[in-house]
């Protein structure tokens, strides 16, 4: 029988923001076990988030935002404000492989979970350390959501229109997203390091690095040419046309980029060769480029005749890029990613079926991955405390009763 990468893995998931989420859903997915600590006195912020209304939540177990970004783990409760709890959660690390936690502070070293005490109760500890701004320097304990990671790291300055102000995203989070990919990266680099020599490793990862490393241009630019790059709307530094353009339809928008003279003879033919393409201003790529505004507007007379879905098929089977800028019931409903089985629907003990996104890649030669719902609150405690640390049903009573485990 074919087993997922990870079996036999183990994590501890402390973490209580969306990057830790998603790294460690990503481990589970991949078959490590991963067990998810927080308590009803503290539960997981994410289990106040939105119903499947998107009204508030009503109950811990029904959040749509835990849901989406959990499913996969195990989850047990320890009050980690007890000195007891911390223990019981050494005795956790000790069977297991990786801790994961991205608190905005030294919340571990406080616990007595820092890496340095970790490495004490087994040497062979893999630690994944996030935070917005990297456990060292000055801005080490300042706390951080991906907005102000965007702002931080230049994306926010160069979002927006020519001669307009700075943008945020509109969808917070990707900034999140990108540092788990990151995170899952450095992790099975630090497993394989391990299978080699039999050592471990603290993984300290910083959101804002994660996101400035994704201007390599805009940081070159600078510092070869001395010049601060601007905002620049849809337009590209070197293709044109390149935007985004209406279409038929309300609010029906489709991208469209062309990268060389082949690329645009192909798009003038598509759109039936009119005149205005023939005119000096758009002769060569420099000219398309320097005069877009008016080129721009001349595209757009004609995608305001078509759907986004016919022009994608148009232009790209004359080898033009094109696609829709869908909004998520467009989204949800592609016939491509429907035929990918990109959707998963998870059978949820409170909420019953939900679709969500599953991993964005496949294993040829591995299974579909761990698609569990996400855990209740305390949902396996029984199994931690039981039957991984071979507690009495005496002694988790007592536990329970001291509100340790709660």
């Known amino acids: 029988m074919q087993k997922l990468p990870l079996e036999g893995i183990r994590v501890v998931d402390f973490t209580v923001a969306w990057a830790g989420y998603h790294i460690t859903q990503w481990l589970a997915v991949m078959g490590a076990e991963v067990i998810k600590i927080e308590s009803s006195l503290h539960p997981d912020m994410m289990r106040t988030f939105f119903a499947q209304d998107m009204t508030l939540v009503l109950g811990l177990n029904l959040s749509v935002s835990f849901a989406v970004l959990n499913y996969g783990k195990k989850g047990c409760t320890l009050n980690m404000n007890h000195p007891k709890a911390r223990e019981v959660a050494k005795a956790i690390v000790k069977v297991s492989d990786i801790v994961a936690e991205n608190f905005g502070g030294p919340v571990m070293e406080r616990w007595g979970l820092g890496y340095s005490d970790l490495k004490k109760l087994k040497p062979d500890i893999i630690m994944y350390s996030g935070s917005g701004y990297g456990r060292t320097g000055p801005y080490k304990e300042f706390p951080a959501f991906a907005p102000i990671i965007d702002a931080f790291a230049g994306f926010t300055a160069l979002n927006g229109y020519i001669g307009g102000e700075p943008r945020p995203f509109g969808v917070g989070g990707w900034t999140d997203l990108t540092a788990a990919h990151h995170g899952v990266f450095a992790i099975l680099a630090a497993l394989y390091h391990r299978s080699k020599t039999g050592e471990g490793q603290h993984i300290d990862l910083s959101m804002s690095e994660v996101a400035a490393a994704l201007l390599p241009e805009a940081i070159i630019d600078y510092t070869m040419n001395d010049r601060v790059r601007g905002r620049l709307g849809n337009r590209d530094d070197i293709m044109a046309p390149?935007?985004?353009?209406?279409?038929?339809?309300?609010?029906?928008?489709?991208?469209?980029?062309?990268?060389?003279?082949?690329?645009?003879?192909?798009?003038?033919?598509?759109?039936?060769?009119?005149?205005?393409?023939?005119?000096?201003?758009?002769?060569?790529?420099?000219?398309?480029?320097?005069?877009?505004?008016?080129?721009?507007?001349?595209?757009?007379?004609?995608?305001?005749?078509?759907?986004?879905?016919?022009?994608?098929?148009?232009?790209?089977?004359?080898?033009?890029?094109?696609?829709?800028?869908?909004?998520?019931?467009?989204?949800?409903?592609?016939?491509?990613?429907?035929?990918?089985?990109?959707?998963?629907?998870?059978?949820?003990?409170?909420?019953?079926?939900?679709?969500?996104?599953?991993?964005?890649?496949?294993?040829?030669?591995?299974?579909?991955?761990?698609?569990?719902?996400?855990?209740?609150?305390?949902?396996?405690?029984?199994?931690?405390?039981?039957?991984?640390?071979n507690m009495s049903g005496e002694e988790i009573a007592r536990l329970k009763e001291e509100q340790v485990i709660l």
């Open 242 to 389: 390149h935007g985004c353009y209406r279409c038929r339809g309300e609010d029906k928008w489709v991208a469209i980029a062309v990268s060389s003279e082949e690329e645009w003879k192909a798009f003038c033919e598509v759109i039936g060769n009119p005149e205005w393409t023939r005119d000096e201003r758009f002769r060569d790529g420099l000219n398309r480029w320097r005069n877009q505004e008016e080129l721009d507007k001349l595209i757009q007379e004609w995608t305001l005749n078509h759907t986004p879905y016919e022009i994608m098929e148009m232009l790209q089977k004359a080898g033009v890029m094109a696609g829709p800028s869908s909004n998520t019931e467009e989204l949800v409903q592609d016939h491509h990613l429907e035929e990918r089985d990109f959707f998963v629907d998870i059978d949820h003990p409170e909420m019953g079926r939900v679709r969500l996104a599953r991993l964005p890649w496949r294993l040829s030669d591995s299974p579909r991955g761990n698609y569990q719902h996400a855990p209740l609150l305390g949902e396996h405690n029984d199994y931690v405390f039981g039957e991984l640390l």
